[in-house]
């Protein structure tokens, strides 16, 4: 079957492949489909792939970029905040000449979302967040990756370990094991000062008033549910979908709720 990188790359098929100068950073953004820009922010592991945007490309034009120090990217140690994160795709739209987008984010890629939507709803249609991170919640707490043996680590992502087992190493993979180093060392960087996120990120939360879609999973062994009620009450125009069957990587194992994602946005696409 191949590595299992080779194999993440086959979930990408039919997508095209640009690789861009941002800043000095070496940018690899996969697009596919036509209409309105739908642009997928991923998480902190981007080993598991992209299969689930397919069903996006039959109404958007979708973009899915690696962020800096993740996938097929280039490294920045300059890139160590998630202001930087910010700042970047705010370039890297510039490049693409996106200037209005329907945003989706996930888990890390979820925290980075919204921030982007506190300071650029202007430019947002429509925002999904699935079990994003960044908000700290004391009680219940998240869980800390960090702390997870790796042989653990599928029974906390997902509520049935089979879904990730085609995208795990059976024996020696260093290319695999390579990329998940260099993706562990960007978020260690990213949360080195602030492990459990932004303690300030709830005070802003009020100014985005885009739209929203809160995705969580009944069973996320990460980031606990109750934690979606709290992301709903800060969020002025958000609205929660739970998802059942599903921990926290709920599009990989539930990828049906792309279409309820795609629905959502599409209902402001249509308007734009």
């Given at each position: ?257 792309a279409d309820v994602i795609a629905h959502f946005c599409a209902k402001t696409?249509?308007?734009?």
């Amino acid at each position: 079957m191949g590595s299992v990188v080779e194999r993440t790359k086959e979930t990408l098929r039919g997508f095209n492949r640009r690789e861009l100068d941002i800043n000095g950073v070496k940018t690899v953004v996969y697009a596919a489909g036509s209409g309105a820009p739908l642009v997928y922010l991923h998480g902190a592991g981007t080993f598991p792939g992209f299969a689930f945007a397919q069903r996006w490309t039959k109404r958007f034009q979708v973009f899915i970029p690696y962020h800096p120090g993740f996938g097929e990217s280039g490294d920045d140690p300059r890139i160590d905040s998630m202001q930087d994160y910010v700042l970047h795709y705010l370039d890297l739209f510039d490049a693409l000449k996106i200037d209005r987008l329907n945003l989706v984010g996930s888990s890390l890629g979820g925290w980075l979302a919204a921030e982007l939507a506190i300071t650029q709803q202007h430019r947002l249609n429509r925002l999904v967040l699935i079990a994003p991170g960044g908000l700290v919640v004391d009680d219940p707490p998240a869980v800390d990756l960090f702390t997870v043996p790796p042989a653990n680590l599928p029974g906390y992502l997902v509520r049935d370990p089979a879904v990730l087992a085609p995208f795990m190493p059976t024996g020696h993979d260093l290319e695999f094991m390579t990329q998940r180093y260099r993706e562990i060392t960007a978020t260690a960087r990213l949360t080195f000062e602030n492990p459990t996120g932004n303690r300030k990120l709830a005070q802003w939360l009020h100014r985005v008033h885009t739209p929203t879609l809160l995705v969580w999973g009944e069973d996320d062994g990460i980031k606990p549910l109750a934690h979606a009620k709290v992301w709903q009450k800060l969020l002025p125009k958000a609205r929660l979908d739970t998802v059942s069957n599903a921990g926290h990587l709920v599009l990989e194992e539930q990828p049906a709720v792309a279409d309820v994602i795609a629905h959502f946005c599409a209902k402001t696409a249509r308007r734009a």
